[in-house]
């Protein structure tokens, strides 16, 4: 091996990383890209010894002195935990780097692999741990990526929330100690989406330094910001390993997920310019996603009540508006009469639809939509065939079901996952179904296997299952639901072509959720749906023009039983559809940018196409607010001339609205467009092309 050198220096995508690989190694700096090595950048001595309270090592442990939160912890059958591990070999290219770090008695290695995007400036991290010695190492926790921050970086933007209210936002001063986030749901979570943002104080829309991680992992999560007793920060994200989850035999492995890093001196416009672009070009299982279809889903039109006459005529309602896939919701398969009955019995129940599902698909299909169906196939019901027969195919929870009594499937034997691939091939052959609606509805804390945590061996178990079954199956795509978004991630979003953001249609609430979402995921994966007029778990009265102007902006559905609506409703419906459809490849294309409103009483966000040629906006009144709004719209080109209109049939408080006024890019940018305030739950969408000529 030939001897490290100085200093490494990875660049792409507008981001630089520079790590000095001598002893125990350290990141030097990571963020907006440098032009090249200055002396300036590093130390003369190398960091042999980590100062605790100072620089962190690039695997920060006890074993270096190092006083802060460790990247690895774990500890030998016959003792022994804190290694001093330090690099021993580097190997990579411009982009990216590979460092091994190993003890003195080299027991114990860890390999890091990092990667920067060229054309995203993400950094992809994960760690392998490797047990070189003679007995059982139990690992507790090997962080993916580990990265310091300066000291700068105090403000905190992480996720909250819960069922009905995901992708909540939280911002805190970042103070002295550490703001630890914990998952231990088993699922991605409702109330921990595995990410956080650190940048300085204020940073907003458009302005700001920022960094943001991401796990892109569907069980439990462990991100970590701490604030060392000098001042430098330390990131950290991994998976959360329950106790003896992880014990490597001599010569095992075990590698972390991927973790996602991104820098940005463009507050959170661009982050979400990276985060988007990485989503678009590196995660999603195609490349460019094929179109997205307007969808119907039965859930709130019908429940578990199926007859083939009521969903056929549902089926022509939803055709009649330009709806384009109809997605056939829980209810439709044996003993399925509510929602504690029928899990893991996937076959058509033979009184709601005699003959099977081919007949209803054919219906949908002669009116020029595709059909898609609901499955949940890693929970089962007691007193389903399934159970009933394989008692033992369970992993143990502890006491009873929960609400919708349904138990977990230990989808890591062989013989469960063949079972349901079986099951679902089958479904997938007997009617031509497009997509999978893949729902899970239960946590798993607390689930064991023989007596041992379970979640880690289980979401590898999911991971597997769905990739054979798109293997089998290259045209079926999947949407990811998990009671609303509690899996929305970028390892599951690898596997899938759209997420369930919220089992809430709420407008209102949605537009702080989508606001969430949207930080780490692109419109055109973001399930959102039209409900009806009073919401079915909010009991909030909203107005149609609203409810579509808010699901405009995402991969657009309806969620409504429309063989009730009155001939009005439907035109208006149509007309928000057909507007959609007519911008739907700027809405899923373009870059999506957040409007820079400091007052909560207005939101609004926008999609510009990628050349700048034209873009879409909402400005969405949330509270009451007397007076003129002063609305700044980002991401256009600045010496471009633009025509804004408001497009019909969203309602229109401008007196120009309809025919259309010229405006710079510059001048919407920074002075902005004034708009009367409305009452609160209406919103406006604004068109723009660029044209030429002069300014009005
Ligand atoms: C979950 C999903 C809903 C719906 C129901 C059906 O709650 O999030 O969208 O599919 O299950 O039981």
Sequence with gaps: MTAPPPLLHRRGGGVSLVIDPRGAGRVVYWGPALP????????????????????????????????????????????????????????????????????????????????????????????????????????????????????????????????????????????????????????????????????????????????????????????????????????????????????????????????????????????????????????????????????????????????????????????????????????????????????????????????GLAPLAEVVRALGMRFALWVEPETVNPGSALHTDHPDWLLRLPGDPDGRRQYVLDLGRDDVADHLFARIDALLRAAPVDMLKWDMNRDLAGTAWQGEPAVRRQVAGVYRLIDRLRAAHPHLEIESCASGGGRADWGILARCERIWVSDSMDAHDRLSMQRGFTLFFPPEVMGAHVGRGQSAVTGRRLDLDFRCAVALFGHMGVEWDLRGIDAQERERLAAWIALHKRHRALLHGGRWVRLPLDDRAVTGHGVVAMDGGSALYLVAQRVTRPGIVTVRLPGLSSDGVYRVTVPDPSPCPLAWGRRGLRFTGAHLSSAGLRLPAGTPDEAVVLHLERCGGETS
């Excluded at 070189?132 to 000291?151: K, V």
């Excluded at 992992?217 to 970590?224: C, I, M, V």
């Excluded at 991927?258 to 070009?281: F, K």
């Design 36 to 355: 090249d090595i200055t002396d300036g950048l590093w130390d003369a001595e190398p960091p042999a010894t980590p100062d605790p309270g100072g620089a962190a090592p690039l695997v920060p442990l006890a074993g270096w002195g190092y006083g802060g939160l460790p990247a690895l912890s774990g500890r030998w059958a016959s003792g022994g935990w804190a290694p001093r591990l330090a690099v021993t070999a580097v190997s990579g290219g411009a982009q990216d780097v590979s460092l091994t770090l190993a003890g003195p008695d080299g027991a114990l290695s860890v390999l890091l692999d990092w990667y920067i995007d060229a054309e995203t400036g993400v950094l992809t991290g994960t760690a392998t741990v490797t047990n070189h010695g003679t007995e059982p190492y139990r690992l507790d926790w090997c962080a993916a990526l580990c990265l310091p921050l300066p000291g700068w970086a105090d403000e905190a933007l992480t996720f909250d929330g819960g069922y009905i209210r995901e992708f909540q936002e939280h911002r805190q001063p970042i103070g002295p100690g550490a703001l630890v986030r914990d998952n231990r749901r088993g699922r991605t979570s409702h109330d921990s989406f595995p990410a956080l943002v650190a940048g300085e104080a204020g940073f907003g829309a458009v302005h700001g330094s920022l960094f943001a991680v991401h796990l892109g992992w569907s069980g439990n999560h462990r991100l970590t910001l701490e604030t060392l007793a000098a001042g430098t920060r330390v990131l950290m994200a991994g998976e959360l390993l329950l106790p003896g989850e992880v014990v490597l035999a001599p010569g095992g492995t075990y590698r972390t997920p991927p973790a996602y890093a991104i820098a940005t001196d463009g507050g959170l416009n661009g982050l979400m310019a990276r985060t988007h672009a990485h989503v678009r070009r590196r995660i999603l299982p195609r490349a460019p996603l094929p179109e997205r279809p307007v969808h119907l889903n039965t859930w709130e039109a019908v429940y578990h009540s199926h007859d083939p006459q009521g969903l056929g005529d549902l089926a022509r309602a939803a055709a009649v508006v330009g709806v384009e896939r109809f997605v056939l919701d829980d209810g439709w398969f044996h003993g399925r009469v509510n929602e504690r009955h029928g899990l893991g019995d996937w076959w058509p129940d033979e009184a709601k639809h005699p003959g």
